[in-house]
């Protein structure tokens, strides 16, 4: 996820957040919500109750340690050169390069098209690191293997969902579990 707080960058592509905040909630909701999903149907397939699936949901948070990436000037290969800084070249709504073409601060051309003055996205930003904890004392007990198998689930549904072939396939996605 990243975010710019150039003026009217949302216009353009209404997928970059509008501030560090807005991309970082974004992506604790996401995977927040993407956990839960997966714990709720595995609460569903061992025939459990609405309720205790509830229950066991709200003793469980999920910590995101993210940090989105910041794009201050969004390019469209279209524009091919264009004057910028710190630029984020975006195909597709997708950030696929940063432009490196910066001599000391001061802009100059970066040919999208040519690919030879860009490098690809700093791996901290297709990692999003994070803690699951419960206070349930059945999933307390629960194996690294049980607790794997939910991220590894989660990590499955993101990959596969609007953001994943942009985000979650392209660098590693890791899950510490602290039992």
Not at 83 to 103: F, K, L, P, W, Y
Request: glycine share 6%.
């Amino acid at each position: 996820m990243v975010y710019s707080t150039a003026p009217n960058i949302q216009a353009s592509f209404p997928s970059i957040a509008p501030d560090e905040a807005a991309a970082r909630g974004f992506v604790e909701r996401l995977v927040t919500r993407t956990v839960f999903d997966v714990l709720e149907r595995q609460g569903r397939s061992a025939l459990l109750p609405d309720a205790v699936i509830s229950t066991i949901l709200g003793q469980l948070s999920v910590t995101i340690n993210y940090t989105p990436m910041s794009c201050q000037i969004a390019v469209k290969p279209e524009d091919m050169l264009m004057m910028m800084q710190s630029a984020c070249i975006i195909v597709d709504n997708t950030v696929t390069g940063i432009c490196t073409n910066m001599d000391a601060g001061q802009a100059k051309k970066c040919p999208v098209d040519a690919n030879v003055q860009t490098r690809p996205v700093n791996g901290t930003f297709l990692t999003i690191p994070g803690t699951l904890s419960t206070t349930n004392i059945v999933m307390a007990n629960w194996s690294r293997m049980m607790w794997q198998s939910v991220v590894d689930r989660a990590v499955r549904m993101l990959a596969s969902g609007p953001f994943g072939s942009h985000s979650f396939q392209q660098g590693p996605l890791s899950a510490e579990i602290e039992s």
